[in-house]
């Protein structure tokens, strides 16, 4: 039976509880650094930061419905090769998903890493976050959105709601973490359980000195109902996209404001290459070519390949996707990619039963075969 | 002057082809000829190998210096810089001696000009003759015009003078003129007659009148003489034997003495026969029988004219003859023991095992479906019957043809697959012999798992019924009932027979045969015949399969370029140095188009002037140029004419059969001064040919041409010469007899060599071999191995060692062995691994407890030194397969049938009235081992075939086993008290766990190493510059041993014997800029030549390893890896030209 | 012959051992493929197949080689001898088998060899089967009075058929030679 | 569907087999119907998925892969590793109304001409039944 314990709340104010706690691992001589979302101004959007000095925690906000981008990119570049000290993670579901994506790339490593999930109650893109905010404290209105200060936990405020790609996640809870913050279904004001789920995890914990609890109560309901009512979004999401984009034309419409600007592939979290393929020389067409393609049809779109771009990449990246929705958060003109994306992988995922995140032991289902597979896939047609 | 060659190679199937290249990538110039119009052997009708049941044989092409051999299907055709193919061709003469041998070779010509045909078939059309088709095995009609095989490149037609009716059909349709039958030549072909008979000269007059041949008559042998001597427009001479001033022999020796290539023909009456045969032995061309009548004399003429004129000979001189003619098969027809109407050979349904492979053939006769050739429906019912023409000593035939076992179940398993499994296949056979690597493996799968049905029974003939719609075949069960089945197709598994005109050629060759008319061997030494200098490859000293022909084929090179090494045949022929190319990576592309018009077609069909045209409004089009006849020396002329003119930096040629050019753009980049690799051939013909609807031609040729033009465009135009200096010593690990003949081998060339052995002695498991069945002694010949090896100057030997790190790759090894005398490090081009097995240790049936127990090899070691008295015994047992071939190994360790013979003949030798019984499952002796067997049974041996689920059981009464098992004929218990019972354990390879980590390498599921290919590479292992031989490789006798590590170190040498390795034309690359190092490459390079460099973060390449297969490229998302010659950019311009309509 | 049996070793006699060592030497390379078994025409009416009759001589079972009636079924067609694929003299065999069977002397065999002895002296004296005289051979070779009488149905059938001949002596010897050589050939046996 | 639509059909095959083949039945003159480009490629394993989304944006109707059968592959095993590219994509394109049928894999071995020839008939007769790719009367690819 795996350790939990419990961080006990005072002040109703369960974020600074977690900065103790966070405070607590840092003072642990394992631990060198945290990366955390942290409030770096009053009013801003928390951005994901590398603590050394405990001091510096006071601005950091584990449960902020901001998602600024996903930190799993962020967490490769620190644990690519070796940096000779351990930090801790603090990270959403998504994130570790697509930072164990990221290590089976060869892109991050998980030597020396503790990661720390902490349960996702969604988030509000970067646009909609200000919104939320309003007038309102970022500290108060973290606290506000769980439902501790006023009324109900709501995901609605200010008029907007979090994320559609939050709406949709089917996952809230951390996966291959070391340690989770399991805030779902739990009395926020009085304490947060904290389960350990590695051994590196029940030996971080044990050194805490926290007392221990029978396990976080509630936890698995809430979970529960929860992912039930975001499959139904999710199902909703999937049958819509599908429905916009049944053709090629159809397709295109639905990219029509798409200025090849790539930023989507930069935000996505499993899109690795240094340099996308349509940045370089290869998509650099000779002023000829541009002339003949142009003539075959009478017009040619300018900039060209941009549906070739977006299938291209759900070639190389579909199977991958964890639907953190960042592409859409990043899209400047307001297209839903992960709408796009996820609706593809979830066919090409299931197609080759293949939970992105799920386990470090699966491998991307193109860097591997078997012989004896598929066999429908291939035509007898003679 | 001779054309001088290292190595003649006779026979251009798969054992030729292998001999050729692995002499020709060693460096070795190599003339190999094929008597056939076409090389591939029998392999050419073969589409189905197990164990993957299809093709690979392309894997045979060398994987290192790539470009100067063809890259394309081996099966096609082969080129290579260093091999003269010559078909048609035989062996006329053989003279000199090792190092020095003179060769004639006569060539058959096809009568059509390949450089004219275009292959577009209207000569097969008009020609009414029809006879048997070789390629499909009789199963389909021919021409007398006609294409050898389908697939060949470059693939023309030729005439088959023998069966042709002389209409000139052909000749008259051929568009581009290259049939030649020499009509305006006739004028000047003289024939001088000389015969006291004025009737033969009136009628000859008459005849040669017609035929328009000068013609001169003589009567008396004096006058024909002078006028040889005198007229040097005679091209013939007839002489009759019935002039009486000189003998006609007189006469022959004088023309020959005068001018030796006239033919002289001998014309002789039926009582003279004898007599003018023995003038044709010495050298009269052929005789003919009196009188001469004009309706067969006529056509023998024209077409002895047209060989006279169009046959050529040439004289060779080359350092070592490799002969690899392989084998027939037995052919039912011409048995005289009449195997015709006991097989029922001729009814429709039943085929040969050739016969079969072709009707399953793409290219057969039903294009590959499985239809009854009597009436093309569908098969429901097939037998199989092995042993037809082997194993039966009154065809002469005492022995295992060794291919016919999996041949056969290989056929099942197609035809189950042809059918989706509906077709019902029973294999009839007398031992199964599934001894080969993974072959019983095969057969369980075929048995349980594709539902092949395998009885043990001969079924003593084939007998049509209903009418002739059904097949009878009559068989005995075990039970001793006679069971009658009918089937719809049987096929007889024919065995091999010596290659037709065996004994002529033997002759030529001074070669001895064995008693069944194959070449005979030398014991130790399979690769080498009687005469010194001339080796045997392939199957041609004993009926093999694929895998160990090809074995055979390395072994027979490596003793061939030893010779050519000790004798130094080439030396002081220096190869060209490669040219260098000027740097045009700066310039914009400037393609000159060059199109060629010798074939009417596709004038008829094209509007050359409006592609032409069209093709200049491509981008980066200089110029298009149409050329007569590409193929030509004129045409050549042409293109450079143009390349002069318009100084292009790259070439496009469209032509016929892009195949037969690539050779030959070399050449032309010589001579012009551009680089080969920025040049390209397209097939623009094969569309003119096939396409029938109007306009539909030129664009298909347009959009091959645009296509190549976009490639051309991205053509990386900088070669970067990158080398490995090559560390020129090898490194053998394991000194049995595999490791000392390796490294013999290799030393012998000039070669370090450094010998590991782990134990304290050379030797390994051979030492335990005290006698062999051919009678030889094995103990000398080991010792006098060790001896050889332990003096040799190139060979250190390291007992009692290790090797514990090897690094590096093919050319470049480091390693360290650990021995007694602390580390030793070592420099080393290649590896060869040669660890060995041994006998497997089991402890049941009493071994080891009882004394009166011992396996086979402790059985000979006792009756060799004499511990056991074998007039002293009264009974012996012995039980075959104990504990091979079942689920602990599952394959047939291969030398205990041997074993076990030995061991009968040796005790029936001695004590011939002891009785001895074998219980066995299937007797293992392929090849003329069998005779031993046939001798143990004559001997009084009694074998007791046993199931595996009933095995027999071994007790003890006072310490003597009582073996108790199931006599299948007797269908009874018997009961068998012997004073020794004999166990074939098996064979196991040695442990090798710690060296597949050091070395990188694997093995299989039953610890032989895992080669890389198992029938087309079967002495490399995957990763180059580490080789494998010996029972470490698969169970193997002594002789096949010796030839796997014959093997082992020619392919060795192909690295050693350069200084430098070169880099190839189509290698990867890293873009190291766009690189993220998320190695998906690494994992998905099947040769292991990526490797991710830490400390500099890159992934890095190995330029030799990589073979250029693109798996790197297509992996990478962002094309940070870079196959050169399919780099994204060009490759999508590609399929922008393909998609292009042209306005 | 169904069911197990133990075998048993019985020494023959010394007469009888060396034609046995002949017959061993004979079909000792036999294979057991059943090539002569399903060539034999009269397989069917054999009580033991040849294949299985090779196995007892080379395993030496006496005993049973004279229980069996097979060899006196061969007519001698020799189509085992030509299509047994290792090539052994296997009409020869039965032949010798034959004559180890009147060496023997028991009663069984003598019963078994009796129509055959009689049938081939027949032949062999009048050049073809005198079938009157013939049976009068066989009966007195079995030596038991009641054989001729269970033939007298069947020699009335034959009658009434015209199947029976009077004796004739035309071809009286002819075939003798044949006999000789053929004796000569099979080496003696 | 319209009679007078002639589809273009993309093959990329490998240089060992299919090419092999393709050029045996070409020069064996069986039936082969118009419009098919041949792509040479060393080996299937190197055709990337952006080749036949490419050719697909471009105007082809239908993409053939095709290379050795299993086992035989020149490279070991890059048709395994076209395998699963084919059936990514076999999943990726339907989403957008590229027919499965418009990407297709088969292993045809280098003596098998008139098996290559079959194959392109009925793929192009497929793909005349399915009619021609939206993307070429689309302006914005």
């Not at chain 1, 109703?12 to 650094?33: C, H, R, T, Y």
């Not at chain 2, 006679?482 to 070669?511: C, H, I, N, Q, W």
């Not at chain 2, 030194?865 to 012996?876: E, F, K, P, W, Y």
């Not at chain 2, 074998?918 to 031993?932: A, H, L, N, S, W």
Request: charged share 20%; with cysteine.
């Amino acid at each position: 039976m795996a350790t939990t314990v419990k961080i006990q709340v005072d002040g109703n104010n369960p974020v600074l509880a977690l900065q103790g706690f966070l405070k607590g691992l840092l003072d642990d001589e394992s631990i060198g650094g945290i990366l955390v979302p942290v409030h770096l101004f009053e009013k801003g959007l928390p951005m994901p930061t590398l603590v050394t000095d405990s001091a510096k925690l006071s601005g950091a906000d584990p449960l902020a419905p901001a998602f600024s981008m996903n930190s799993a990119k962020l967490l490769a570049r620190l644990t690519r090769g070796q940096s000779g000290e351990r930090i801790a993670a603090v990270l959403r579901p998504c994130e570790i998903r697509a930072f164990v994506e990221l290590v089976k790339l060869n892109q991050g490593s998980l030597d020396d890493v503790v990661i720390v999930g902490v349960d996702c109650m969604g988030a509000y893109d970067n646009l909609s976050y200000k919104t939320f905010l309003g007038d309102a404290d970022s500290f108060q209105a973290t606290l506000d959105f769980h439902g501790l200060i006023g009324g109900e936990a709501d995901t609605v405020r200010n008029g907007v709601d979090i994320a559609s790609a939050c709406q949709s996640c089917e996952h809230p809870a951390p996966q291959n973490a070391d340690v989770v913050i399991g805030i779902a279904g739990a009395h926020l004001h009085e304490s947060i359980p904290v389960m350990a789920t590695s051994a590196r995890g029940e030996a971080l914990l044990s050194g805490l000195n926290l007392p221990d609890i029978e396990s976080a109560n509630g936890r698995d309901k809430t979970l529960e109902s929860l992912i039930a009512a975001r499959i139904v979004n999710r199902d909703a999401m999937l049958e819509k996209t599908k429905a916009l984009t049944g053709t090629l034309t159809d397709l295109s419409e639905y990219l029509s404001a798409c200025v090849n600007c790539y930023n989507c592939r930069v935000a996505c979290p499993v899109c690795y290459c240094k340099e996308c393929v349509f940045n370089t020389d290869v998509f650099e067409h000779k002023p000829w070519q541009y002339m003949e393609w142009a003539k075959r049809k009478g017009s040619l779109k300018m900039p060209t390949d941009t549906i070739f771009y977006h299938l291209t990449r759900m070639a190389h990246m579909s199977t991958a996707c964890v639907g953190c929705g960042q592409c859409s958060n990043a899209c400047p003109n307001g297209i839903p990619v992960m709408e796009l994306f996820r609706t593809v992988a979830a066919r090409t995922q299931e197609s080759f039963d293949y939970e992105p995140g799920r386990s470090l032991d699966e491998s991307p289902p193109l860097s591997v075969f078997k012989e004896d597979e598929f066999q429908e896939t291939v035509s007898h047609m003679a | 002057m001779r054309k001088q060659y290292g190595a003649l190679v006779v026979g251009a199937g798969i054992g030729g082809i292998r001999a050729a290249l692995d002499l020709a990538v060693t460096g070795h110039k190599v003339a190999l000829i094929d008597r056939r119009p076409t090389h591939g052997g029998i392999l050419s009708q073969l589409d189905h190998q197990f164990p993957s049941d299809h093709c690979g044989m392309c894997k045979m092409l060398p994987l290192m210096s790539r470009d100067s051999s063809s890259q394309f299907c081996l099966r096609k055709g082969l080129f290579h810089d260093n091999i003269d193919i010559m078909l048609s061709t035989e062996v006329a003469e053989l003279e000199g001696e090792p190092g020095k041998f003179f060769v004639s070779l006569s060539t058959k010509s096809p009568l059509i000009d390949p450089t004219k045909c275009v292959s577009c078939g209207k000569c097969a059309e008009v020609c009414p003759v029809r006879v048997p088709s070789e390629f499909n095995a009789g199963l389909t009609e021919r021409t007398a015009v006609y294409l050898p095989v389908p697939h060949a490149i470059p693939n023309h037609y030729v005439l088959d003078l023998d069966n042709c009716q002389r209409c000139w059909k052909c000749h008259d349709a051929c568009p581009t003129g290259a049939i030649d039958l020499k009509f305006n030549e006739r004028v000047d072909f003289h024939i001088l007659v000389v015969d006291r008979d004025p009737a033969v000269e009136t009628m000859l007059k008459d005849i040669l009148n017609e035929l328009n041949f000068p013609l001169h008559c003589v009567q008396t042998g004096q006058a024909a003489v002078d006028m040889l001597a005198s007229d040097d427009r005679i091209r013939l001479v007839l002489v009759g034997m019935n002039i009486n001033d000189m003998d006609a022999e007189r006469v022959l020796t004088r023309s020959l003495e005068l001018n030796a290539d006239i033919p002289v023909v001998v014309m002789a009456e039926t009582s003279q026969i004898s007599t003018a045969a023995a003038m044709v032995t010495q050298g009269a061309r052929e005789y003919l029988v009196k009188p001469l009548e004009a309706k067969r004399f006529v056509p023998w003429l024209d077409k002895l004219y047209m060989r006279i004129m169009s046959d050529t000979t040439e004289d060779l001189e080359v350092g070592a003859v490799v002969l690899a003619g392989g084998f027939e098969c037995y052919n039912p027809v011409v048995d005289p023991e009449g195997g015709e109407d006991i097989w029922s050979y001729g009814h429709p349904g039943v085929l040969t095992a050739v016969e079969f492979e072709r009707l399953l053939s793409g290219t057969g006769p039903t294009g590959g479906r499985l239809l009854h050739p009597g009436d093309n429906s569908e098969v429901r019912k097939i037998a199989w019957i092995q042993c037809v023409g082997s194993r039966d000593v009154k065809k002469n035939a005492d022995f295992c043809s060794g291919i016919c076992c999996m041949f056969s179940i290989k056929e099942a398993v197609l035809a189950k697959k042809a059918t989706n499994g509906a077709v019902e296949t029973t294999i009839f056979y007398m031992d199964m012999r599934t001894s080969g690597k993974g072959y019983q493996r095969y057969r369980n799968k075929a048995e349980h798992e594709k539902g092949v049905r395998l009885v043990r029974s001969r079924p003593h003939s084939v007998i049509p019924v209903n009418d002739g719609m059904d097949l009878k075949v009559e068989y005995m069960t075990d039970a001793g009932e006679l069971v009658s089945e009918t089937y719809d197709m049987v096929v007889l598994a024919a065995g091999a027979r010596p290659p037709g005109g065996m004994e002529k050629f033997a002759l030529t060759m001074g070669l001895d045969l064995n008693e069944w008319g194959f070449a005979q061997m030398q014991p130790y030494a399979s690769e080498r015949t009687s005469r010194l200098g001339v080796f045997a490859a392939g199957s041609f000293g004993e009926p093999r399969d694929i895998s160990e022909s090809v074995i055979q084929a390395s072994a027979a090179a490596q003793a061939a370029s030893r010779i050519i090494k000790v004798y130094d045949v080439l030396a002081g022929i220096e190869s060209e140095p490669e040219p260098e190319y000027p740097d045009v990576s700066r310039e914009p592309p400037r393609i000159l188009v060059a199109v060629c018009t010798s074939c009417p077609t596709l004038e008829q069909t094209v509007d050359l002037e409006a592609l032409s045209r069209k093709m200049s409004a491509v981008h980066s089009v200089c110029k298009v140029i149409s050329v007569g006849a590409t193929c030509t020396g004129e045409g050549w002329a042409e293109i450079e004419k143009g390349a002069a003119e318009f100084k292009p930096n790259r070439v496009l040629i469209g032509a016929c059969m892009p195949y037969a050019y690539i050779p030959r753009l070399k050449e032309l980049g010589r001579s012009i001064g551009l680089n080969p690799a920025l040049m390209d051939v397209v097939d623009i013909y094969t569309p003119t040919f096939v396409l029938e609807s109007e306009g539909q031609a030129e664009k298909e040729v347009f959009a091959a041409l645009s296509m190549a033009v976009a490639r051309l465009q991205g053509a990386d135009p900088v070669p970067v010469p990158v080398t490995v200096d090559v560390a020129r010593s090898a490194l053998v690990v394991g000194g049995g007899l595999a490791g000392m003949t390796a490294s013999m081998a290799i030393a012998d060339q000039g070669y370090g060599v450094c010998l590991v052995e782990s134990e304290e002695e050379l030797g390994g498991m051979a030492m335990r071999l005290h006698t062999q069945l051919d009678g030889s002694d094995p103990h000398k010949f080991m010792e006098e191995l060790i001896g050889q090896v332990e003096k040799h100057p190139n060979i250190k030997v390291l007992k009692d060692s290790r090797v514990a790190i090897s690094r590096g790759s093919a050319g470049r090894f480091r390693s360290a062995i650990a021995g007694p005398q602390g580390v030793f490090p070592l420099e080393h081009g290649v590896s060869i691994l040669a660890t060995g097995g041994h006998e497997t240790k089991v402890y049941e049936s009493g071994l080891c407890v009882h004394k009166s127990v011992m396996t086979h090899l402790a059985l000979e070691e006792q009756l060799a030194t004499g511990v056991l008295d074998a007039g002293a015994l009264t009974g012996v047992a012995m039980i075959q397969c104990w504990r091979s071939r079942d689920e602990d190994r599952t394959y047939c360790s291969r030398v205990c049938c041997p074993e076990m013979l030995k061991n009968v003949l040796t005790l029936k030798k001695r004590n011939p009235d002891l009785p001895i019984y074998v219980f066995y499952r299937d007797i293992m002796v392929q090849g003329f081992m069998e005779t031993y067997y046939t001798q143990a049974r004559k001997a009084g041996a009694i074998f007791i075939h046993y199931e595996p689920d009933n095995k027999p059981k071994v007790a003890f009464e006072d310490g003597k086993p009582v073996i108790t098992a199931l006599d299948p004929v007797l269908n009874a218990e018997v009961e068998i008290r012997a004073d020794i019972l004999s166990l074939s354990s098996g064979l196991e390879p040695n442990d090798v766990e710690d060296l597949l980590e050091v070395f990188g390498v694997e093995v299989n599921e039953d610890g032989f190493y895992q080669e890389a290919d198992f029938k087309w590479r079967p002495v490399d292992f995957l990763k180059q510059g580490i080789y494998m031989c010996g029972a470490a490789h698969s169970p193997r006798r002594m002789d096949e041993t010796v030839a796997s590590a014959k093997a082992a170190a020619q392919r060795a040498l192909r690295i050693l014997s350069t200084e430098k390795i070169a880099r190839e034309t189509v290698v990867a690359s890293v873009r190291h800029s766009l690189c993220s190092l998320c190695q998906a490459c690494v994992a998905a390079c099947p040769y292991g030549a990526r490797v991710v460099d830490l400390e500099e973060g890159k992934i890095i390449v190995d330029e030799i390893l990589c073979q250029g297969c693109g798996a790197c490229a297509a992996v990478c998302p962002n094309s940070a890896t870079i196959l050169k010659g399919f780099h994204d950019g060009p490759m999508m311009s590609v399929i922008d030209a393909a998609l292009e309509q042209p306005a | 012959m169904s069911g197990t049996m133990k075998q048993t070793w019985s020494p023959p006699t010394d007469e009888l051992q060396s034609v046995l060592a002949e017959l061993k030497e004979t079909v000792g390379a036999c294979m057991q493929c059943g090539t002569c078994t399903a060539s034999c025409p009269n397989e069917f009416a054999m009580d033991v197949t040849p294949r299985r009759m090779w196995r007892m001589i080379q395993f030496g079972m006496l005993d049973e080689i004279l229980e069996s009636r097979t060899f006196w079924f061969c007519s001698s067609c020799y189509m085992c001898t030509l299509r047994c694929p290792r090539g052994l003299k296997l009409t020869s065999a039965m032949s010798a088998l034959k004559r180890l069977a009147s060496l023997d002397g028991s009663r069984q065999a003598r019963k078994n060899g009796a129509f055959y002895e009689a049938f081939m002296d027949n032949v062999e004296t009048y050049g073809r089967v005198q079938e009157t005289i013939m049976m009068n051979g066989y009966f007195l070779k079995r030596k038991d009075p009641a054989v001729p009488l269970a033939f007298i149905p069947m020699g009335m059938k034959m009658m009434a058929r015209g199947k029976l001949h009077m004796p004739s002596g035309r071809q009286r010897g002819l075939l003798k030679p044949l006999f000789s050589k053929a004796r000569e050939m099979e080496g003696g046996i | 569907m319209n009679n007078e639509f002639e589809p273009t059909i993309l093959a990329f095959v490998c240089n060992w087999c299919t090419y092999t083949a393709a050029d045996l039945a070409g020069t064996s003159r069986m039936v082969q119907q118009p419009n098919l480009r041949l792509v040479r490629m060393m080996c299937t394993g190197m055709v990337d998925p952006k080749y036949i989304v490419k050719s697909l944006l471009s105007g082809a109707d239908g993409v053939l892969v095709s290379g050795c059968h299993p086992g035989d592959c020149h490279y070991i095993n890059g048709n395994y590793k076209a395998r699963r590219r084919v059936k990514l994509l076999n999943e990726i394109l339907p989403q957008f109304g590229i027919e499965k049928e418009r990407v297709k894999l088969t292993w045809v071995g280098a003596s098998e001409g008139n098996e290559f020839a079959a194959t392109v008939n009925n793929f192009i007769n497929e793909i005349r039944e399915l009619g021609p790719m939206e993307a070429c009367s689309m302006a914005v690819v």
